[in-house]
């Protein structure tokens, strides 16, 4: 039994299949679906949890070697917001690219993880190292 670190096992499946160069998005609630890869949704409520909450819960055990996002992000969030992701992302490179050209990576995706975000363009595509 697992008794520390990510316990459901959808989510748990999904990361132990990302391999070298392979990337997983981690969503908002208002993302839209893509039937073509496989979506774990792990939304609760509005808010719960984040996309800073999975990211935390994913880095201890996930080699992250880049991080997108999309360039509205920066233009539609507040100073506050915008620094607890990049203190989140520390150590990361981050890019942030159109919303549109964001978009076009995520059917390479391994899968999706959905969560109750609420954060305008909190979207966020990890790619292992």
Request: with cysteine; proline share 5%; charged share 15%.
């Amino acid at each position: 039994m697992i008794v520390q670190g990510i316990v459901n096992p959808h989510l748990n499946s999904l990361l132990c299949r990302v391999r070298h160069t392979n990337s997983v998005v981690i969503a908002d609630a208002a993302f839209p679906y893509w039937p073509m890869i496989e979506t774990v949704d792990i939304s609760l409520i509005k808010g719960i949890p984040t996309v800073l909450q999975v990211l935390a819960a994913i880095r201890p055990n996930f080699k992250i070697g880049e991080i997108f996002m999309a360039q509205e992000f920066k233009e539609t969030n507040t100073r506050k917001t915008q620094s607890a992701f990049a203190q989140a992302c520390a150590g990361v490179t981050m890019t942030f690219e159109p919303h549109l050209e964001f978009k076009q990576r995520v059917p390479k995706a391994i899968g999706l993880i959905r969560t109750g975000d609420t954060t305008a363009y909190g979207n966020m595509i990890l790619v292992s190292v």
